[in-house]
């Protein structure tokens, strides 16, 4: 819940509260043990974090999930399906698991929602270096014994 603040010209203050319902669509692309990440350098903190961002109207998440990883790192991916959904600060956010389509090379893209460039870095991650992740950690958990051998994952 948000609180907005609207004042009139006759010195009156009114205050609302709503809701914020953006969905984003963030993907793990997984492949031999690793997966996609990027390294996000903002002003105060930096962080590595799997592709993803906002749905654009008009789109299906799944079209935003393959969107997002063309964008931001380049690559070509395959939706297999549906991990998980997550509720965040301004709405909602979805999980989907994919895989490279062709070629898994992958280099840095960019961030189009943003006006100041933050993306820094892109890189296939070892799954185990990465594993204590907030989103990586949750991808693991909702990862079938099948797909954690069909990717080569070990812990």
Known sequence: MHTAFLNYPEGLVVSCQYIMNRE??????IQNGRLVMLKVDEKNRIYWTLP????EVGERREETAVREAKEEAN?????????FENDYSAGTEY?????????HEISLGYDPELKDQVLSEVEW????DVRNDKHVSQVIKYLSNEELKKYNIVF
Request: charged share 25%; proline share 3%; glycine share 10%.
């Open 24 to 29: 984003r669509v963030f993907t793990a692309v």
């Open 52 to 55: 993803g961002g906002g749905v």
């Open 75 to 83: 690559i070509d991916i395959k939706i297999v399906r549906y991990l």
């Open 95 to 103: 999980c989907y698991l994919a895989e490279p389509s062709n070629d």
């Open 125 to 128: 991650k070892d799954i185990n």
